[in-house]
């Protein structure tokens, strides 16, 4: 059974990019070089509302690459993948090619 998390309020779950452990000759690359902390957008809540019941939108969409704090979020398991959860105060920015 395929389960889908769909984040409330102003929370987005992000699967963490996992950079290479060795480059393209062969050579490998030791763990503290290989830490990146960006992820992809996987899913995202409506936003969060004003004192007046508006919606604030979120600024992130899914499949957007983002800048993660090195420490924070909710680990979460679905179908033994690993996502974190993140509210989007917590994101530092996108990262564009």
């Given at each position: ?14 699967e963490?990019i996992?950079?290479p452990?060795k480059?393209n000759?062969g050579i ?6 290989t ?10 809540g409506?936003g ?5 019941g508006?919606?604030?939108?979120l ?19 679905l179908n033994?993948?690993?996502y974190?959860l993140f509210?989007e105060?917590?994101?530092l920015?996108t990262?564009?090619?």
């Amino acid at each position: 059974m395929a389960k889908r998390l769909i984040p409330l309020f102003n929370r987005i779950l992000v699967e963490k990019i996992v950079p290479p452990s060795k480059t393209n000759s062969g050579i490998i690359l030791p763990e503290k070089t290989t830490k990146l902390n960006s992820g992809k957008v996987v899913a995202v809540g409506l936003g969060a509302r004003d004192r007046d019941g508006k919606l604030i939108p979120l600024h992130v969409k899914e499949g957007d690459t983002v800048l993660l704090p090195e420490y924070g979020g909710t680990e979460v398991k679905l179908n033994d993948k690993e996502y974190h959860l993140f509210r989007e105060d917590d994101i530092l920015g996108t990262l564009h090619d």
